[in-house]
């Protein structure tokens, strides 16, 4: 069964960084596109950022462009979400998901096992 866990939320203060992290297990890791997607109170889910099984793939939405960065290390079954330059406006609660599809996908409904969320609180 897979499992993802996300952690690495908190408070941080407007222009700071985090750092997310998302530990996986049950599956084989690099078989699986892993996407960011996060959710704002009264808001729908959307996306932030994917790459792709071997990390020579990268997806950004644009409002994270240039100041969001996701990788993975597929030796510890894990991906990340540098976050630099924080607004508050990326304060939500953000998911981690997996996909083993062909190609990387940056739409929620596409994605097949998801994380239970980390929140991430930005103060202005």
């Known amino acids: 069964q897979v499992q993802l866990v996300e952690s690495g939320g908190g408070l941080v203060q407007a222009g700071g960084s985090l750092r997310l992290s998302c530990a996986s297990s049950g599956h084989t890791f690099s078989s699986y596109n892993m996407g960011w997607f996060r959710q704002a109170p009264g808001k729908e889910r959307e996306f932030v950022a994917a790459?792709?099984?071997?990390?020579?793939?990268?997806y950004y939405a644009d409002s994270v462009k240039g100041r969001f960065t996701v990788s993975r290390d597929n030796a510890k079954n894990t991906v990340y979400l540098q976050m630099n330059n924080v607004k508050p406006e990326d304060t939500a609660v953000y998911y981690c998901?997996?996909?083993?599809?062909?190609?990387?996908?940056?739409?929620?409904?596409?994605?097949?096992?998801w994380g239970q969320g980390t929140q991430v609180t930005v103060s202005s």
């Open positions: 790459i792709s099984k071997g990390g020579g793939g990268r």
């Open positions: 998901a997996a996909d083993n599809s062909p190609v990387t996908p940056t739409t929620a409904p596409n994605y097949d096992y």
